[in-house]
């Protein structure tokens, strides 16, 4: 299995940017698809954009479509989300989370085996 460990979340003011890493250990990294995900306070844990082993597949959620990058180095075993023009409806805990299949699975927080702790993203209007 695969461990998991984000980091780069802060306090940032609207129109800011952050970089979240997720850092990979355990088996091979380019194994796994892995993928982003966010949960605001009272609410579910949503989707917000998947990249396959090679990077060759992307998928990002239409709320950050233009603004969110996720992108991986295979040889560091990080994934990587640029977040840009962020807004105070972005403030959540990022969870980033892998799934050992080499096509992406459907962008739902159930297909997903393993997680990551998460950290905190706050945006200050």
């Known amino acids: 299995q695969v461990q998991l460990v984000e980091s780069g979340g802060g306090l940032v003011q609207a129109g800011g940017s952050l970089r979240l890493s997720c850092a990979a250990s355990?088996?091979?990294?380019?194994?796994?698809?892995m993928g982003w995900f966010r949960q605001a306070p009272g609410k579910d844990r949503e989707f917000v954009a998947h990249?396959?082993?090679?990077?060759?597949?992307?998928y990002v959620a239409n709320s950050v479509k233009g603004r969110f990058t996720i992108s991986r180095d295979n040889a560091k075993n990080t994934v990587y989300l640029q977040m840009n023009s962020l807004k105070p409806e972005d403030t959540a805990v990022y969870y980033c989370?892998?799934?050992?299949?080499?096509?992406?699975?459907?962008?739902?927080?159930?297909?997903?085996?393993?997680w990551g702790q998460g950290t905190q993203v706050t945006v200050s209007s």
């Open positions: 990249i396959s082993w090679s990077g060759g597949s992307i």
């Open positions: 355990g088996r091979t990294f380019s194994d796994y698809t």
């Open positions: 989370a892998a799934d050992d299949r080499r096509t992406l699975p459907a962008p739902r927080p159930h297909e997903y085996d393993y």
